[in-house]
């Protein structure tokens, strides 16, 4: 990083930054609705080597595809201004401005080992070390959850995606062997410890090559969706509702909206499932929630595909403990909770599957709980 940050700005930087992409075990599309998730921080991670500017000058500069410098002035920023990858860096920069913090430019090389487009919070690993290059560069002094929502705001405000704010504290705030269990109202996160392999267990990450774009639409009807339900409800978020409530809501929404709210329901109920057993040492019980959280986004979310079907279906089928699709959906990863004997040939079989059917060769990689943002030179 170092070496190639001097020869795109002919300096050294001042450091470099790492921030995690992550997976989502539990609680997908909860999070704008105030309720609960619980992600883990994978190994692949966000590179991003900055140097302060005086000049007002943001340069930006990505190793994915070696393409030209983009030139911007940091008092100029506006959203919708920058339609490239660059708009998330910039975002970052711009929320801090409108925050009050008294930053201004900077030259940034990024590099990267999360897939982009499968599902794993590329654009907030992103955004994370870029913000958290910025809090020590210029000195803001900013906790990582505060750091967190500056990423959210950028995603939001300046790259137009009404994402939550789950996948940007994950990359923020998660820890070695543990998962992230987020409760988003309240603003809290707790440390649940999650180590798969002491206990024999493996998590495979099935990329299914499907790219998914969360800017294009579909991501805001859904969340539009859940926030008309909930006003018709006389609700502030669908988190106030039990499964309890289901029957009652039922009968009070438009038929369209009432599939959108059962997932939300449920899914903020296997979150506080998944807990339960994490806490007492059986992770294997978490197998089925994860199955259960599947069925849900594909029937009542309508946001899984038929890779991802495919692949959550073949797992299944050669013994996986669990398998469902991660993240917001539309494409993207699906994982697979398996006893480590039988991880080789799940991945073979939903990897024939695949072929099978005429699909792309998906990529599998296993993963295990890793490290939030940081400092690393």
């Given at each position: 990083?170092t070496?190639a940050f001097?020869?795109i700005?002919?300096?050294?930087?001042?450091?470099?930054w790492?921030?995690?992409?992550r997976?989502?075990l539990?609680?997908?599309?909860?999070?704008y609705?105030d309720?609960?998730?619980?992600?883990i921080a994978?190994?692949?991670?966000t590179?991003v080597?900055?140097r302060r500017?005086q000049?007002?000058?943001?340069r930006?500069?990505?190793?994915?595809?070696?393409g030209?410098?983009i030139d911007?002035?940091?008092d100029r920023?506006?959203a919708?201004?920058?339609?490239t990858w660059?708009a998330y860096?910039a975002?970052?920069?711009w929320?801090l401005?409108?925050a009050?913090h008294?930053?201004?430019g900077?030259?940034?090389?990024?590099?990267?080992?999360?897939p982009?487009?499968a599902?794993?919070?590329s654009?907030?690993?992103l955004e994370?070390?870029?913000?958290?290059?910025?809090?020590d560069?210029?000195g803001?002094?900013?906790s990582a959850?505060?750091?967190?929502?500056?990423?959210?705001r950028?995603?939001?405000g300046?790259?137009?995606?009404?994402?939550g704010?789950m996948?940007?504290?994950?990359?923020?705030c998660?820890t070695?062997g543990a998962?992230?269990?987020?409760?988003?109202?309240?603003g809290a996160?707790?440390q649940?410890?999650f180590?798969p392999q002491a206990?024999g267990m493996s998590?495979l990450?099935v990329d299914t090559r499907?790219?998914?774009?969360l800017?294009d639409g579909?991501?805001a009807?859904l969340r539009?969706?859940?926030e008309?339900?909930?006003?018709?409800?006389?609700?502030?978020?669908?988190r106030?509702?039990?499964?309890?409530?289901?029957s009652?809501?039922g009968?009070?929404?438009?038929?369209?909206?009432v599939p959108l709210?059962r997932?939300?329901?449920?899914e903020?109920?296997r979150?506080?499932?998944?807990?339960?057993?994490?806490r007492?040492?059986h992770l294997?019980?978490?197998g089925?929630?994860l199955t259960?959280g599947?069925a849900?986004?594909r029937?009542?979310?309508?946001?899984?595909c038929?890779?991802?079907?495919?692949?959550?279906d073949t797992?299944l089928a050669?013994g996986?403990l669990?398998?469902?699709?991660t993240?917001?959906g539309?494409g993207g990863?699906v994982?697979v909770?398996?006893?480590?004997?039988?991880v080789e040939?799940?991945?073979?079989?939903?990897?024939?599957?695949f072929?099978?059917?005429g699909?792309q060769a998906?990529h599998l990689?296993?993963v295990?709980?890793?490290?939030?943002?940081?400092?690393?030179?």
């Amino acid at each position: 990083m170092t070496e190639a940050f001097l020869r795109i700005f002919g300096a050294g930087p001042e450091g470099v930054w790492a921030a995690p992409g992550r997976v989502n075990l539990i609680g997908e599309h909860t999070d704008y609705n105030d309720g609960f998730a619980l992600p883990i921080a994978i190994p692949q991670h966000t590179l991003v080597a900055a140097r302060r500017r005086q000049d007002g000058r943001l340069r930006l500069h990505s190793a994915q595809g070696d393409g030209p410098v983009i030139d911007l002035r940091v008092d100029r920023l506006t959203a919708g201004a920058v339609t490239t990858w660059g708009a998330y860096p910039a975002g970052v920069v711009w929320a801090l401005r409108e925050a009050g913090h008294p930053v201004g430019g900077a030259d940034l090389h990024v590099d990267s080992t999360v897939p982009a487009g499968a599902g794993l919070s590329s654009s907030a690993a992103l955004e994370c070390a870029v913000a958290f290059a910025y809090n020590d560069l210029y000195g803001l002094d900013l906790s990582a959850s505060a750091l967190a929502l500056i990423g959210q705001r950028a995603e939001n405000g300046f790259a137009g995606v009404p994402c939550g704010a789950m996948d940007q504290l994950a990359s923020a705030c998660c820890t070695a062997g543990a998962a992230l269990h987020l409760d988003i109202r309240a603003g809290a996160h707790q440390q649940i410890p999650f180590a798969p392999q002491a206990q024999g267990m493996s998590l495979l990450v099935v990329d299914t090559r499907v790219k998914h774009d969360l800017g294009d639409g579909a991501y805001a009807a859904l969340r539009a969706g859940c926030e008309q339900a909930a006003r018709l409800l006389g609700l502030a978020a669908l988190r106030d509702l039990t499964p309890a409530d289901l029957s009652r809501a039922g009968t009070a929404l438009p038929a369209h909206l009432v599939p959108l709210v059962r997932h939300v329901v449920t899914e903020n109920a296997r979150v506080t499932d998944a807990v339960s057993h994490l806490r007492a040492g059986h992770l294997a019980a978490l197998g089925p929630i994860l199955t259960d959280g599947h069925a849900s986004l594909r029937d009542d979310f309508r946001i899984s595909c038929t890779e991802s079907d495919l692949a959550v279906d073949t797992a299944l089928a050669h013994g996986a403990l669990g398998a469902r699709m991660t993240g917001g959906g539309f494409g993207g990863s699906v994982i697979v909770l398996a006893q480590e004997g039988r991880v080789e040939a799940i991945g073979a079989a939903v990897t024939a599957a695949f072929r099978a059917a005429g699909y792309q060769a998906p990529h599998l990689f296993p993963v295990s709980p890793a490290a939030g943002a940081r400092r690393i030179a």
